[in-house]
């Protein structure tokens, strides 16, 4: 490997305090079919995720790097991530549902409907510090067999938010296409989602949009970036993570040699930096003892690059 890494590269001067000139992008398993949904565990030093298709749950123990089947079957999950206590919180494309793993390895639903019709089929999850699930529900589970079944969507594609105290469902927006990746800014006053509306409808936008956190609402939704970038290519963005200082990283594809991999936005909307993969990136999180190993689910692979920040939260 050489270095610098050719792949990893400043778009913008902002950028280089987080670009290391001594570390490789790592690959670090291949052989599944669509990896998604990566989530540290801080106490057990794992990276879970999720291999779609096959409806199994991986696991990389940092210890050794040994990677193993962590759950079969699996829901057909898609995205992962862990509460403020430590418990999995897991979207499953084959159920339709949201659920939690707890403590003695049962599971708990906390989401499966809304207004007495079924989910379509939940994508990616976050929580907020006062222990609420914030959750997007695009459906693409329910239109192939692939990743999970067949069926008709009921609902129009949203965001939804679980109270941690009731349990209450609600919805929070449906001004997007196809919701699918989120997160919080690093103090928790904005929320950002990915709409991947264009891959059934070309005129959606290609782009990650901004709301304020209002409570137990969002306000004043716009656009934070687009993803149709100029001389680059008009690809999508798909999980998306902060780190402490604000920026958004974005797993990005569907494109090819020079767009697929990571994009790197300032808290502006700015690009400033690009990891480049060679496979479409379907999700990124943050991880490792320092929390400065960005780990990268990648079409068939899962990969890891150090970057000098740290995620923010427990993102």
């Known amino acids: 490997m050489r270095y610098p890494d050719p792949d990893i590269k400043s778009l913008d001067k902002r950028f280089d305090k987080y670009k290391l000139g001594n570390t490789p992008i790592r690959r670090l398993h291949t052989g599944m079919l669509w990896a998604e949904g990566p989530a540290w565990n801080g106490v057990g030093r794992y990276l879970v995720w999720s ?72 994508n990616d999850a976050v ?39 009731s349990g209450a469902i609600s919805k929070v927006t449906d001004e997007i296409h196809k919701p699918n990746g989120l997160c919080f800014s ?16 070309p005129s959606a936008p290609r782009n990650i949009k901004v709301w304020d956190v209002a409570g137990a609402t969002l306000r004043a939704g716009k656009q934070f970036c687009s993803m149709e970038l100029p001389g680059v290519g008009a690809g999508l963005a798909d999980g998306i993570r902060s780190d402490v200082d604000g920026n958004v990283w ?30 479409i990136c379907s999700n990124v999180c943050f991880g490792g003892q320092k929390r400065n190993k960005l780990f990268m689910t990648g079409s068939q692979s899962l990969y890891m690059v150090y970057v000098e920040t740290q995620g923010a939260g427990n993102a």
């Open 51 to 122: 291999d779609i298709p096959n409806n199994v749950q991986m696991r990389w123990i940092e210890d050794d790097g040994h990677v193993s089947v962590m759950r079969h079957p699996a829901g057909n999950s898609n995205g992962n991530t862990f509460d403020w206590q430590g418990r999995q919180i897991s979207c499953e494309h084959g159920t339709r549902r949201l659920v939690r793993y707890e403590y003695n390895g049962k599971k708990t639903v906390l989401a499966e409907k809304f207004d007495g019709k079924p989910l379509n089929a939940p």
């Open 127 to 165: 929580v907020d510090p006062d222990g609420n699930i914030w959750f997007t529900d695009p459906g693409y589970g329910a239109l192939m067999n692939y990743e999970g079944n067949v069926g008709k969507l009921e609902l129009k594609e949203a965001v939804y938010r679980v109270d941690a105290k």
């Open 186 to 201: 690093p103090d928790y006053r904005k929320l950002y989602v990915a709409d991947t509306g264009a891959t059934h409808n």
């Open 250 to 279: 974005a797993s990005a594809g569907w494109v090819g040699e020079g767009y697929d991999g990571v994009h790197v936005f300032a808290p502006t909307g700015d690009r400033i930096g690009q990891i480049l993969l060679p496979e």
